[in-house]
C-alpha cells in the first residue's frame, strides 16, 4: 500500500516560512503562490504584506531593480523594457504608452508622458500598474525648454527618511517637485509643488539662471526639505546645482567642486544628512560632501578617491565610464561602461556589473519591500486616450 501524504503544513508555519523569503528577490513569491490553495492563501492575506515589511524591520528596502532613460527619448509603447531587475525576472509591469522616467522613489514613479493627449506627467506604480495622470502646471508642461522632478512620499507617522520609507509601498498620499525652465538667452527656472490630496499646483517659484542653460533629467537627491537638481550652463560647457526649498518655496544655485561632464555626475544624499556628488573624470570617480564650517559657510569636501580602470576592467580607451544613478538607501552607485551597467557599493567596495540593457543615460533606482498582490488574477495596464 501507498504511504499516506504527508500532513499539510497549518497556515501559521506557512507563514513563517514565507517571511524568511529574501525581500531582494520577490519572484519567490510568485512562484510560492503557485504551490498549493494554502500557501496562495496565507501570500493573499491582506495582512501578510505588513508582517514581512515588519519582519524585514533592520533593513532598508532592496533595490529591486531600475527604470532606465536614454537620452531624453521617450520610450515608445512596446519598445525596449523600461524596468530592468537586478535579480530575477521581476513581476512588474511595463507602461503601454509613449513616456520617460523622471523620479523613482518609495515605491512610486513620476513619468513624463509629453506627446499624450491627457496630460505631460503621470505617477505610476510598476508593481500594480495603476496611474494618475496630473493636470499641467500653470506655465508648464510642454512651453518649458527642460523639465525635471521629484515624487515624494506625504504621509505623516510611520513613514519617514530615517528609516528609509520602509513603510511606504506607493498610492496616496504624494506630493510631485516639478521643475522646468523658459526662455534662450534669458532663461528663468521654475518649480511647482503639486499634493494629491489637494489635487492642485502651487503657484510656481522663480529664478533667473545663466544663459542657455538646461535641467537635467538625472535622478535629483532630497536632503531634509531641500532638492537638489543637476543643472547644466552654457549649453553643457559647465555643470551647477539647482536648489529648491521646499519649506520656503525658494529657487538658488550651487556650484559643483570641479567641472564635470553632464553624463559623468550625479547628486546624492549622503548618510550624515549632507548634500554628495559623484563625478568621473577620465577613469577616476571623485566623491564629494557639502558640509558648513565652525562659521556657517557651505562648501565641498572631497572625501573619497576610486580609479575604476582595473576595478572594472576598462582596457579599452573608447570605453568611457559615466555615473549614472545611486540608490542611497542601499549605498550603491551605478556607473555605465559602453553598453554595461556595475553596481559599486560604497561601503564593501564590492562591484557587481548587470545584464547588457544597452546605452543609458540615466538610471532611476526601484526600492521595495514588495509583495505581489495575489488578488488580482491579470493586471492590465490601461491604454492611452485617444
Known amino acids: 500500500m501507498a504511504a499516506p501524504p504527508p500532513p499539510e503544513l497549518v497556515d501559521d ?4 516560512i514565507l517571511l524568511r523569503v529574501p525581500p531582494s528577490d520577490p519572484a519567490i513569491l510568485a512562484r510560492a503562490s503557485a504551490v498549493c490553495k494554502s500557501w496562495r492563501r496565507v501570500l493573499s492575506d491582506p495582512v501578510f504584506p505588513r508582517r514581512y515589511r515588519a519582519f524585514h524591520h533592520g533593513s532598508p528596502p532592496p533595490l529591486l531593480g531600475f527604470l532606465r532613460s536614454s537620452h531624453h527619448r521617450a520610450r515608445k509603447a512596446g519598445g525596449t523594457a523600461m524596468f530592468v531587475p537586478v535579480e530575477t525576472h521581476a513581476p512588474f509591469l511595463e507602461p503601454t504608452f509613449r513616456c520617460a522616467p523622471l523620479d523613482c522613489r518609495h515605491g512610486r514613479v513620476l513619468l513624463d508622458t509629453v506627446g ?7 505617477v505610476w506604480d510598476p508593481s500594480t500598474g495603476d496611474h494618475e495622470l496630473l493636470p499641467e502646471p500653470d506655465g508648464g508642461g510642454p512651453c518649458c525648454r527642460s523639465r525635471s522632478g521629484v515624487v515624494l512620499c506625504a504621509a505623516a507617522a510611520g513613514c519617514d527618511d530615517n528609516h528609509h520609507h520602509r513603510d511606504c509601498h506607493g498610492g496616496r498620499p504624494y506630493r510631485v517637485v516639478f521643475v522646468g525652465n523658459t526662455g534662450d538667452r534669458d532663461m528663468v527656472a521654475r518649480a511647482w509643488v503639486y499634493s494629491s490630496e489637494a489635487a492642485e499646483w502651487t503657484p510656481p ?15 535629483a537627491a532630497i536632503v531634509g526639505n531641500k532638492v537638489y537638481f543637476l543643472l547644466t550652463i552654457r549649453m553643457g560647457a559647465r555643470v551647477a546645482i539647482l536648489k529648491y526649498d521646499l519649506g520656503e518655496h525658494r529657487l538658488s544655485t550651487i556650484r559643483s567642486p570641479l567641472e564635470y561632464s553632464k553624463d559623468a555626475v550625479v547628486l546624492m544624499s549622503m548618510e550624515d544628512g549632507s548634500l554628495g556628488l559623484a563625478g568621473i573624470i577620465g577613469s577616476t570617480l571623485e566623491l564629494w560632501s557639502r558640509k558648513v564650517d ?6 565641498w569636501e572631497q572625501y573619497r578617491v576610486i580609479e575604476l580602470q582595473k576595478l572594472l576592467h576598462i582596457d579599452r580607451p573608447s570605453h568611457r565610464a559615466d555615473v549614472i544613478g545611486f540608490a542611497e538607501s542601499v549605498g550603491v552607485l551605478l556607473v555605465g561602461v559602453d553598453a554595461m551597467i556595475f553596481m559599486f557599493e560604497l561601503r564593501s567596495g564590492q562591484v557587481r556589473r548587470l545584464s547588457k540593457p544597452g546605452h543609458c543615460y540615466d538610471v532611476f533606482p526601484f526600492t521595495k519591500f514588495y509583495v505581489p498582490d495575489f488578488t488580482r488574477s491579470k493586471l492590465q495596464f490601461p491604454a492611452e486616450a485617444s
Open 13 to 16: 508555519a506557512v507563514a513563517e
Open 116 to 122: 499624450g493627449k491627457k496630460g505631460t506627467l503621470a
Open 205 to 219: 517659484a522663480s529664478l533667473l539662471t545663466d544663459a542657455y542653460s538646461s535641467i537635467e533629467r538625472k535622478r
Open 294 to 299: 565652525s562659521e556657517g559657510v557651505a562648501g
